[in-house]
């Protein structure tokens, strides 16, 4: 775990200022609130501070930071890949945000093994291995978002973070934090919030953009989940929702549309691991749940080729949902012991 401190952003500052002109901001495939909000923040400062900055997001999202459009030069590597690839070899510097592990930026991974550029990792997830000398990675931290925050502080950039750049960080400390309900500890926090609502980000705006744009084909399809697909097992205090493609495909899936299903079962007094199955076209998607000690990333880790935050995790599978999730639930047995205890606390 490294601090963001004041020597190791002196020496970037006087790095960059002798060697950087252009910088890419690159985030984790699928991104999620952090990513997106963590990178726009950064983006918009990086801006105001004289560098020609672009973020280039692996895949396509749904546009959870209130004016998404207007921010401008960013772009999806899945549907420009050549000028993409342009931007990245010509950069000068590239910030990874919001991931641990260069295998989860997708088709980019390619690219960057054949880049050599210097990297600055900022990022909260456990245990990152990402070769830089410029590593800031806190896992005590709500967010991405909030890192950058810290960041831009000591970077001495905090005049350039404009409304803009403030609603994408606050949007993504709202969105990792699901509203301050989670990793929403410490104090340092709300003196970021506090600042970040100062210069105009609006939280209200900013909750309605992350949470109250559902479709009704995404209510139903929540709806179906929770009444059809949830299989709960008291006795492992655990729960898990699976859906098809066919099933997805009669509720008009679109991307985004299943976030949030699999904190639903952790609702459930008593049940203190969740989880998701969902069926894509080549592989079967899972995201873990859990509560306080029990690790969901060591599960996803250990047995579905992942990984993530303690509490919150994703993997996948090869098999067919089926096997997939008899796997899980064959599974269950030997966490019995470390289940009970979480569900205890
Ligand atoms: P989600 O369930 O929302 O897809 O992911 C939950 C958390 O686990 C996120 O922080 C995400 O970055 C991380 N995560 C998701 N899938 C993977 C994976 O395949 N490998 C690793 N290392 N982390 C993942
Ligand atoms: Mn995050």
């Not at 909750?207 to 989940?225: E, M, V």
Request: aromatic share 10%; proline share 3%; with cysteine.
């Amino acid at each position: 775990m490294t601090n963001i401190n004041v020597e190791s952003c002196k020496s970037l500052l006087a790095w960059m200022t002798d060697h950087v002109q252009k910088v890419v901001v690159l985030t984790h495939a699928n991104p999620d609130g952090d990513a997106l909000g963590s990178s726009l923040g950064l983006h918009v400062v990086l801006q105001h501070a004289g560098f020609q900055s672009t973020v280039i997001y692996p895949t396509e999202f749904p546009h959870l930071v209130p004016g998404m459009k207007d921010y401008r030069d960013w772009m999806v590597y899945e549907q420009n890949e050549a000028a993409a690839n342009k931007i990245m070899e010509e950069s000068d510097l590239l910030f990874y945000l919001d991931f641990n592990d260069p295998k989860r930026v997708g088709k980019v991974k390619k690219k960057l093994d054949q880049l050599k550029k210097m990297v600055v990792l900022i990022d909260h997830h456990p245990l990152p291995i990402i070769d830089t000398p410029f590593l800031f990675s806190d896992t005590q931290v709500s967010s991405t978002a909030e890192l950058v925050y810290d960041f831009v502080v000591k970077m001495g950039w905090g005049a350039m973070l404009d409304q803009a750049g403030a609603t994408a960080l606050l949007t993504g400390i709202i969105a990792d934090t699901a509203s301050f309900s989670h990793n929403a500890k410490r104090s340092e926090l709300y003196r970021a919030v506090s600042e970040l609502i100062a210069k105009g980000a609006d939280q209200l705006k900013i909750q309605k953009s992350l949470f109250n744009t559902n479709s009704a084909d995404r209510l139903r399809l929540l709806g179906f989940a929770l009444s059809e697909k949830m299989v709960i097992f008291p006795e492992y205090h655990a729960a898990y929702i699976s859906l098809t493609r066919e099933e997805l495909k009669r509720f008009n899936f679109k991307i985004g549309d299943t976030e949030g299903f699999v904190n639903y079962p952790l609702s459930i007094e008593g049940i203190v691991f969740s989880t998701f199955f969902m069926e894509n076209e080549d592989k079967i998607k899972i995201s873990f749940r859990s509560t306080g000690s029990f690790a969901a990333n060591e599960f996803s880790a250990q047995h579905f080729g992942g990984g993530g935050h303690h509490n919150a995790a994703g993997g996948e599978s090869r098999q067919s949902l089926k096997e997939a999730v008899d796997k899980w639930v064959a599974l269950l047995p030997q966490y019995l012991a470390d289940l009970k205890k979480e569900s205890q606390q």
